[in-house]
Structure formats: structure tokens, C-alpha cells
């Protein structure tokens, strides 16, 4: 009798197993939903668009852009995070989501543990620019005067706890200087008060920087990426113009399911995200808005993620930012 109950058992798993990968083969069969943390118009927004409506082409499907808004996208990531693991609900986090797992005291997910990753669609750096006023034209004279000032020159960023804050911070601390922060609600308000001499130091993206600099309103001193930007080759890095090594601080882009997703979907939506990005009308226009397009396997994008959380750790805890 225990044989025969055995003999069942293993039939029910094999029959269950069958069924799992049938399944894995016919995905998808309904539309899939791809949960944006922020509202429409921004960089995410139209990142998830222009790959998303590549992905539905490929896989003949529509998929859904659903813009969840609120708390640096927490409230998205948890939506996503408790979704069934079945492939059909994506997410999409940026670098937003590595700060968030040490700025917030409480978060109802685990960025690590919660998600199985897709791939890293992308990346944008930021411009480091000062007010023309300021008696710096490179960013190791902008060092020294902020070492023989300390704490008078002033920084904006878009708000407290997001990238263009924290990443001014680990400058701070790379550097050795101090600064003070003024936060905004928003990245254009603080370029407005940069040309206008209210702060003298700003780091924000190439969309909201490079026209004012070119303008001859503002003074751009470097990027923030390991390598020059298309759209600045003049502009040296943060890194070999500053005398800081591998200094990086850029905002990304990827794709995240919830973990449980089985492996053979993973990597269908895997290579439908790569294909996407090697389009040539998704990779023109993302590289017109700046974006650096990367495409990566989900191991490599799990070992980025990975590397991101204590990166951004150790920023928040020198910095004492903290939301409750």
C-alpha cells in the first residue's frame, strides 16, 4: 500500500510538473501589467512605455502601464512584491529602490528577497554644475574652494532622500567637504534657483542641465558616469576630472517580477526586454534622452542590485537621512 501511494505521489508530481512547464511554454496568454513607481511624463514612465509596447509586439499581448506613484515608489514595489509569482505583473525599479531599503525604517518588502530579476533596461548619470558666479571651473578647483569655505556653499536637489541628495552626499564624503543642502520639490526648481545664485552646487540629469550650460546660464563641470555621455563629450567624468576614483552615481532602470516566477518565464521576458532594447526606434530615442541602454542577463542585473543596497547604505547612514 505504501508503494502504491508512493507510485501516486510521484505521478502527481510528475503530471504537476508537466503542467508547470506547458504553462511556462504558452506564456503569456492574457495581457501583462508593468507597475511604474512614478507618474506619467518622467524618465520611468517613458522608459516602461517604449520597451513594454516592444514586448506586447513580440509577445502578443498588451502590456499595461500602471503608474503607482507615492513614497519613491514603495507603494508600487509592494504592490508588485505580493503579486501572484505567475509572470503577468512586472515591475519596474530604479535607483530609488536600493536607497529606500536603508532610508526607510520600515518597508512591507524585501528589494533582495521579494523579487526575481529580469534585466537592467538602463542607466542616465548626472551633470555636476555650479552657478557662474562661483569661482570654480573644474571640479578639483570646485573641491578646493569648498575645502577652504566649509559649510558655506550650498546644494539643491530634488527633494530629501532621493538620488540627486544622497549622491551629492557621497560626493561630500569622497571628496572630504562640506556643504549644505537645500532640498526642492523637484529637479527644475533647483536648476531655476542654481542660474539665479540662490545655491552654487547642483548635480541633476543631462535633459535639465545641458541646455542652460550651453546657454551659457549655468557651468557644468562633469558627469557622474564611468565614462563621457554622448551628448557631452567635452564634459569629463566626476572621477578623472575630481581625482576620484570610480566615483558612480547614476539612476537606473530594470525589470523585476515577483520571486517565485519560474525560470522559463524569467527568461522569455528576458529576452523579449534584450530584443526590445536593440530595436532601433527604442534605442534611438533612449539614447536621444541620455540614457545609457544596457540590457543585462538577470544574474548580472541580481549582482548589481546587490552591490547598489550597501552602496546607497553606507551614503544614508554618513549622511543621517532617515524617513519614518
Known amino acids: 500500500m505504501r508503494s502504491l501511494t508512493t507510485g501516486f505521489g510521484a505521478a502527481l508530481l510528475a503530471v504537476s510538473a508537466a503542467f508547470a512547464t506547458a504553462a511556462e511554454q504558452a506564456y503569456p496568454t492574457r495581457p501583462l501589467r508593468f507597475v511604474v513607481p512614478f507618474a506619467p511624463g518622467g524618465g520611468a514612465d517613458l522608459m516602461a512605455r517604449l520597451a513594454g509596447a516592444k514586448v506586447g509586439e513580440s509577445f502578443g499581448q498588451q502590456v499595461v502601464i500602471d503608474n503607482r506613484a507615492?513614497?519613491?515608489?514603495?507603494?508600487?514595489?509592494?504592490?508588485?512584491?505580493?503579486?501572484?509569482?505567475?509572470?503577468?505583473?512586472?515591475?519596474?525599479?530604479?535607483?530609488?529602490?536600493?536607497?529606500?531599503?536603508?532610508?526607510?525604517?520600515?518597508?512591507?518588502?524585501?528589494?533582495?528577497?521579494?523579487?526575481?530579476?529580469?534585466?537592467?533596461?538602463?542607466?542616465?548619470p548626472f551633470i555636476l554644475s555650479v552657478n557662474l558666479s562661483l569661482p570654480a571651473?573644474?571640479?578639483?578647483?570646485?573641491?578646493?574652494?569648498?575645502?577652504?569655505?566649509?559649510?558655506?556653499?550650498?546644494?539643491?536637489?530634488?527633494?530629501?532622500?532621493?538620488?540627486?541628495?544622497?549622491?551629492?552626499?557621497?560626493?561630500?564624503?569622497?571628496?572630504?567637504?562640506?556643504?549644505?543642502?537645500?532640498?526642492?520639490?523637484?529637479g527644475v526648481p533647483a536648476a531655476i534657483d542654481l542660474m539665479a545664485g540662490q545655491i552654487q552646487v547642483l548635480f541633476n540629469t543631462p535633459p535639465v542641465i545641458?541646455?542652460?550650460?550651453?546657454?551659457?546660464?549655468?557651468?557644468?563641470?562633469?558627469?557622474?558616469?564611468?565614462?563621457?555621455?554622448?551628448?557631452a563629450p567635452e564634459l569629463p567624468t566626476v572621477a578623472e576630472a575630481g581625482a576620484l576614483p570610480g566615483f558612480e552615481m547614476v539612476t537606473?532602470?530594470?525589470?523585476?517580477?515577483?520571486?517565485?516566477?519560474?525560470?522559463?518565464?524569467?527568461?522569455?521576458?528576458?529576452?523579449?526586454?534584450?530584443?526590445?532594447?536593440?530595436?532601433?526606434?527604442?534605442?534611438?530615442?533612449?539614447?536621444?534622452?541620455?540614457?545609457?541602454?544596457?540590457?543585462?542577463?538577470?544574474?548580472?542585473?541580481?549582482?548589481y542590485v546587490k552591490a547598489e543596497v550597501p552602496k546607497w547604505a553606507k551614503v544614508v547612514k554618513e549622511s543621517g537621512a532617515r524617513i519614518d
Open 70 to 124: 507615492g513614497a519613491a515608489g514603495n507603494i508600487a514595489a509592494e504592490v508588485v512584491a505580493k503579486s501572484a509569482p505567475d509572470g503577468y505583473t512586472l515591475f519596474l525599479p530604479t535607483v530609488a529602490q536600493a536607497i529606500s531599503a536603508s532610508l526607510y525604517r520600515k518597508l512591507n518588502y524585501d528589494l533582495l528577497r521579494d523579487f526575481a530579476p529580469v534585466t537592467q533596461l538602463a542607466a542616465t
Open 137 to 186: 571651473s573644474s571640479v578639483k578647483e570646485l573641491i578646493a574652494l569648498a575645502k577652504s569655505q566649509p559649510g558655506k556653499l550650498s546644494y539643491g536637489s530634488s527633494g530629501n532622500g532621493g538620488p540627486s541628495h544622497l549622491g551629492t552626499e557621497m560626493f561630500k564624503s569622497r571628496a572630504g567637504i562640506d556643504m549644505r543642502h537645500i532640498p526642492y520639490k523637484g
Open 210 to 231: 545641458l541646455p542652460h550650460s550651453r546657454s551659457g546660464r549655468l557651468r557644468a563641470l562633469g558627469v557622474t558616469s564611468l565614462k563621457r555621455i554622448p551628448a
Open 252 to 303: 537606473w532602470y530594470g525589470v523585476l517580477v515577483p520571486a517565485g516566477t519560474p525560470a522559463g518565464v524569467v527568461t522569455r521576458l528576458h529576452t523579449a526586454f534584450a530584443a526590445a532594447l536593440k530595436a532601433p526606434d527604442v534605442r534611438d530615442r533612449l539614447v536621444n534622452e541620455n540614457l545609457d541602454v544596457v540590457g543585462s542577463s538577470p544574474a548580472e542585473f541580481a549582482a
